[in-house]
């Protein structure tokens, strides 16, 4: 957490129903006399007993958002989802056209959504376009060359590999590295961040060469504007696509164990 919150409840509001106390996950608040009390501020500041209270009696100090109300339980179609995620491929080449600011933000918005451990909230973005994309890449591209004839030693793959000017963007408008201390908070945010991605009709490459880049390259590290303890964990290139694959590719079945 960046910021000091503080977990209110409305006392003349509250009716005691104890749905707060029941779902918080801290053992955070007790019911006595009829009354919701929070026994300290120093939670995971979840927010569950703002969602759950049916009287609106429960606020938190410090946020921007505003709770929105929900009307309908989520309904997302399985069968579409699936479709979806079956249908997704790895975009690497990209159309001449620029992703709208907005589309861009609403891509943000999804991994800020995402959940992370312990109510973490330790992702941030750095939005790579135009110079600033330049000089990442090239950052990149010139480790990366340093580095291929050692690879090519030992790597039939390496072997085969040209690192060209945009051999990490793809000529892609817009770079979003996703970082985080926690490889798996990041990663989760990623996830939505592509989801959405795709839902606004761009396409996504994930480039974990680009994230290998930024672990050995302190001008990359500077440029990215990393403090001590953050890395890139994820690094989409995003940009809508110059091809549309017609069938979707076989994978591996799920190798499952149930003990
Ligand atoms: C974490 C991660 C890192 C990846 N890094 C690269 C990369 O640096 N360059 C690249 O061309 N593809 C990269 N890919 C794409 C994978 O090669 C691709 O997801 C895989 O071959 C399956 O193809 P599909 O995504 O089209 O289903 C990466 C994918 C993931 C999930
Ligand atoms: S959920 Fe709301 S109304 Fe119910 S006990 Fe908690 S604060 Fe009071
Ligand atoms: S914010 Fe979460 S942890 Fe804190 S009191 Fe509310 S439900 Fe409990």
């Known amino acids: ?22 779902d918080c996950p801290a053992g955070n608040i ?24 049916p009287r609106a009696a429960v606020s938190m100090t410090g946020f921007d958002d505003e709770p929105q109300k929900i009307e309908e339980p989520m309904a997302l179609d399985e069968n579409a989802l699936l479709v979806a995620l079956r249908s997704r491929r790895s975009i690497r080449r990209f159309a001449d056209r620029a992703v709208e600011p907005a589309v861009v933000e609403r891509v943000i918005e999804a991994g800020r959504l995402a959940p992370t451990g312990s109510n973490a909230q330790d992702v941030s973005y750095v939005v790579l376009q135009g110079a600033g994309k330049d000089e990442a890449e090239a950052y990149a591209v010139r480790l990366f060359r340093r580095v291929l004839p050692l690879a090519k030693l030992v790597s039939s793959l390496a072997r085969r590999v040209d690192v060209g000017d945009r051999f990490f963007f793809k000529g892609a408008p817009v770079a979003l590295a996703v970082v985080a201390k926690d490889e798996v908070d990041g990663a989760l945010a990623a996830a939505n961040m592509a989801l959405m991605a795709e839902a606004c009709g761009l396409g996504v490459l994930y480039s974990g060469f680009f994230v290998t880049a930024t672990r050995f390259s302190f001008s990359l590290r500077r440029l990215l504007g990393l403090r001590r303890g953050q890395r890139v964990v994820a690094l989409l290139v ?6 549309r694959y017609r069938r979707s590719a076989p994978k591996e079945p799920a190798y499952v164990r149930r003990p």
């Open 30 to 53: 007790v019911v006595e006399d009829g009354k919701a009390r929070v026994l300290a501020q120093d939670c995971i500041m979840c927010g569950h007993c703002v969602a759950i209270c």
């Open 1 to 22: 957490m960046r910021f000091e919150h503080a977990v209110l409840i409305d006392a003349e509001a509250c009716i005691g129903c104890g749905l707060c106390r029941d």
């Open 238 to 243: 995003i940009g809508y696509p110059a091809v």
